[in-house]
């Protein structure tokens, strides 16, 4: 008997909110090169005793989902972006979180050379972190560099065109944008 969800095959999408739709199609598009490939209207209560979004999505139940949109990044997964409408409650929205707070993420993008990567990043005014770092151990031989899109996500650029240590021993490897057939 295996372990895992049966017939799993993988990551299909990766979903996130932004403040502006506009803005945030602009960057993955004309920065990250992201391709749109559909769009799904609002999504809102039909009246006040309607739950759905509390019991399918977790939010207050008069949230609306304003717009989503799907878009294709070259060989990764998916990406599923969400405009939503909160209730006027008092509430403060919360924060991008950041890489050490519970639910903190950022998404990276594997880059043939890095140093040309970031140069692009610079030129075209993204918010680079930093300088890029050299792994150590298991990941030797590997490059990354943070950059944040406008609304404050935090995305990665990596780079290991001739490998990572653990890859001489592996019986398994992580599967290699560069190379989605392995």
Do not use: C
């Amino acid at each position: 008997m295996s372990a895992g969800i049966p017939g799993s095959r993988g990551i299909d999408h990766v979903g996130f909110t932004v403040p502006d739709l506009e803005e945030a199609e602009r960057f993955l598009v004309d920065v990250l090169g992201a391709v749109p490939v559909y769009t799904l209207g609002a999504k809102r209560a039909s009246g006040p005793d309607d739950d759905f979004m509390q019991v399918q999505i977790g939010v207050d139940p008069q949230t609306e989902i304003r717009e989503i949109r799907f878009y294709r990044l070259g060989h990764g997964t998916n990406l599923e972006v969400f405009e939503y409408a909160v209730p006027e409650d008092g509430r403060p929205q919360a924060p991008q979180p950041l890489n050490s707070d519970i639910g903190g993420h950022h998404l990276a993008l594997y880059v043939d050379d890095l140093d040309v990567a970031e140069a692009y990043l610079r030129e075209q005014g993204v918010e680079v972190m930093g300088s890029p770092v050299a792994s150590k151990q298991a990941a030797e031989g590997q490059r990354w560099l943070y950059f944040r899109a406008p609304w404050g996500m935090q995305f990665e650029l990596v780079s290991f065109p001739q490998g990572k240590a653990y890859e001489k021993d592996a019986d398994v490897r992580l599967w290699h944008p560069a190379r989605p057939a392995e």
